[in-house]
């Protein structure tokens, strides 16, 4: 490993909280059969591990950001790249991001599939910065 990086989680960990949520959420959603949402491209690594280890029906679907435009830093404005479309009109829904950093991105998705009315509306994310959202 490059010596500028820092290892977060090591794979066993990151596969022992995938399994711990994949329980919650099948405990969870039993009853139902949930839409995840997969904030492109941080979160689809995660959400093709979480899924597998579900044990109760589910939907994918995916959803694209943009917050850089031509600027190297991210801005302070989110913007919708790529639409989901499954229709998730009075279904659960749940956002998958890989990390939440300052909470824009998922504050932004969140707002966004709301006006589309589901019925429940959470984030799931593998990794929260500390001091972020």
């Known amino acids: 490993?490059?010596?500028?990086?820092?290892l977060i989680m090591t794979p066993e960990e990151v596969a022992e909280v995938v399994s711990?949520?994949?329980?919650e959420?099948?405990?969870?959603?039993?009853e139902s059969t949930p839409v995840f949402v997969g904030v492109l491209k941080g979160a689809?690594?995660?959400?093709?591990?979480?899924?597998?280890?579900?044990?109760?029906?589910?939907?994918?679907d995916f959803i694209q950001t943009s917050a850089y435009g031509m600027r190297e830093a991210p801005?302070?404005?989110?913007?919708?790249?790529?639409e989901i479309t499954a229709d998730i009109t009075g279904r659960d829904v749940i956002i998958v991001e890989g990390i939440v950093d300052r909470g824009?991105?998922?504050?932004t998705v969140k707002k966004h599939l709301a006006a589309k009315g589901p019925a429940t509306l959470k984030v799931c994310t593998l990794l929260m910065?500390?001091?972020g959202a």
């Open 1 to 6: 490993m490059p010596e500028d990086l820092k």
């Open 129 to 131: 910065r500390e001091g």
């Open 20 to 23: 711990r949520l994949a329980e």
């Open 104 to 107: 824009l991105t998922a504050g």
């Open 25 to 30: 959420i099948s405990s969870d959603y039993r």
């Open 75 to 82: 801005g302070e404005v989110v913007k919708v790249t790529r």
């Open 44 to 60: 689809s690594v995660f959400l093709s591990d979480l899924v597998r280890a579900l044990k109760t029906p589910h939907e994918v």
